[in-house]
């Protein structure tokens, strides 16, 4: 009851590959690596620093 044999893991797949097709799975994968690049680089850049906000603090002072 634990484990499962190479059969079941073989219905399996074919019910997989029944219900996605076979084109439809490698256009899944590739959506799920699109969302993760995306994540990545929205990652990176929120360590970025923002040179933009930075305010200047001396020219305040001068008016």
Same mark, same amino acid.
Not at 10 to 36: H, N, Q, S, T, Y
């Given at each position: ?18 219900? #996605?097709?076979? &084109? ?6 590739? /959506?799920? %690596? !699109?969302?993760?690049?995306? #994540?990545?680089? &929205? ?6 620093? /923002?040179? %933009? !906000? ?10």
């Amino acid at each position: 009851m634990g484990s499962f044999s190479m059969w079941h893991w073989l219905i399996v797949l074919v019910i997989v590959l029944l219900l #996605f097709g076979r &084109g439809k799975i490698p256009e899944l994968m590739g /959506d799920v %690596a !699109k969302g993760i690049k995306s #994540f990545k680089k &929205g990652m990176t850049d929120d360590d970025a620093p /923002d040179t %933009a !906000k930075t305010v200047d603090h001396k020219a305040d002072e001068t008016k």
